[in-house]
């Protein structure tokens, strides 16, 4: 048996990895430059984002299942071969089903299988520190397309051009996984760090797909999500219908992302130290006050308001994005983590297109976010409602 490599090398590796993952949100970044030089509408290269989340999807949940047949190697290593071939050839594109196929449906389910396998195994390595770890790596994940993408968005406008950008990111993309492998270690079933992380035993898929518990967590976890992703989708229109200048919403904009960020590490600690309870029902908290603080301002045209609002949002977003794989790897066991936590993703995806549509509907329809705002919190009070129901459940299973 070899050297047994510290976890703390493990987890950084797991933060770096997924913040070049996060990548894959920055998808706005890029589809300016390529609309001007084809001429295509947003209306048309719109749908390429949608299939690269549900490739996404798709990635995160096959992941568990090849894993178990090969390793987190193989895994791995399929997905930065997939991102390799996806960037490289979305550098030669000329027709706009390319774009579908390689960013989407190539980076979205190579990014997927990445994700999910370096997220459990880092996870399996901190069960006595699930939210810590969790919190970390997921504040990685949220701040990629943030920080990634201001240094992509310098590449495209620069003499580089957006063919050779996409170049340069697949290649730095490929090295960094492959690079990191050595590092993707599974821990020994008697390492002292592997604690019991459920009160009851593991379950399968299908197991976790009968029980009571999963269904009225997957249903908090939508439209906690969705509310939440549906407010950082129209952050800076929400700024500038009360007034603030496009510079103005960018600041605006920025404390959002600060507080996505933040606050997974803030709630995974809060997950280790007060339990999930605690954690999830103060992410319920702070999603519902940030909105209704955030409808507050809206109404009254009151900028600082909207800022702290949007801070708030922010936080509770990222808060739950934190709690939830921790959760599911308390509740539902280890063992199966990646086919479960692929499952809750592909089955609460559809929150990721609901909230954004509706938002855009009602402001296209009425030229206001008001029917919408008030139907978030009403959205979002029902979702602090189920948190106490989900612990009930939890509790009997």
């Known amino acids: 048996m070899g050297k047994k490599i510290n976890r703390s090398y493990i987890l950084v590796c797991g933060v770096l990895v997924l913040l070049c993952m996060g990548l894959i949100y920055a998808w706005s970044i890029f589809v300016g430059p390529i609309e001007s030089d084809f001429g295509w509408t947003r ?3 719109s749908m ?3 299939i690269s989340m549900l490739g996404f999807s798709i990635g995160g949940l096959s992941a568990g299942y090849i894993q178990k047949a090969k390793s987190p190697k193989f895994v791995v290593t399929l997905g930065a071969v997939l991102l390799l071939a996806g960037f490289l050839s979305c550098s030669q ?5 390319q774009l579908f196929v390689f960013y989407g449906v190539f980076c979205g389910y190579g990014v997927g299988l990445c994700y999910n396998v ?10 006595d520190k699930t939210g810590f770890a969790s919190g970390w790596l997921l504040m990685g994940f949220g701040l990629g397309g943030f920080i990634l993408g201001k240094a992509a968005s310098a590449m495209l406008y620069s003499p580089l051009g957006w063919r ?3 170049i340069i990111i697949g290649i730095i993309v490929f090295i960094l996984l492959i690079v990191t492998l050595p590092l993707l270690v599974v821990p020994e079933k008697n390492d002292s760090t592997e604690t019991t992380v459920s009160a009851g035993n593991d379950y399968s898929p299908s197991q976790m797909l009968r029980t009571p518990a999963f269904w009225l967590y997957l249903i908090w976890c939508m439209i906690l999500l969705g509310v939440g992703l549906a407010i950082i989708g129209q952050a800076a229109m929400f700024t500038i219908d009360t007034g603030a200048s496009p510079a103005f919403a960018a600041t605006a904009v920025g404390m959002l992302s600060i507080g996505n960020g933040a606050s997974r590490v803030v709630l995974g600690i809060v997950f280790d130290k007060k339990g999930r309870p605690t954690a999830a029902l103060t992410a319920s908290i702070l999603t519902t006050a940030g909105i209704i603080l955030l409808t507050i301002g809206y109404v009254a045209h ?3 308001i909207v800022v702290v609002a949007l801070f708030l949002c922010g936080f509770g977003y990222g808060a739950i994005s934190s709690v939830n794989p921790a959760s599911t790897r308390l509740i539902f066991g280890g063992t199966n983590f990646q086919k479960n936590f692929g499952m809750i993703f592909v089955l609460s995806s559809p929150a990721i297109f609901i909230g954004n549509s509706v938002s855009s509907v009602v402001k296209t329809a009425t030229g ?3 029917l919408f705002l008030y139907g978030a919190i009403i959205v979002s009070v029902i979702g602090l409602a189920l948190t106490l129901l989900v612990e009930r459940a939890i509790k009997k299973i």
Request: aromatic share 20%; glycine share 4%; net charge positive.
């Open 164 to 166: 050779k950008t996409f």
């Open 93 to 97: 594109i000329h027709q706009l089903w």
């Open 302 to 304: 009151a900028l600082p």
């Open 43 to 45: 209306t048309q290269t």
């Open 368 to 370: 206001s976010y008001m």
């Open 48 to 50: 390429t984002f949608s």
């Open 118 to 127: 370096w997220l459990g195994t880092t996870l399996a390595n901190y069960n």
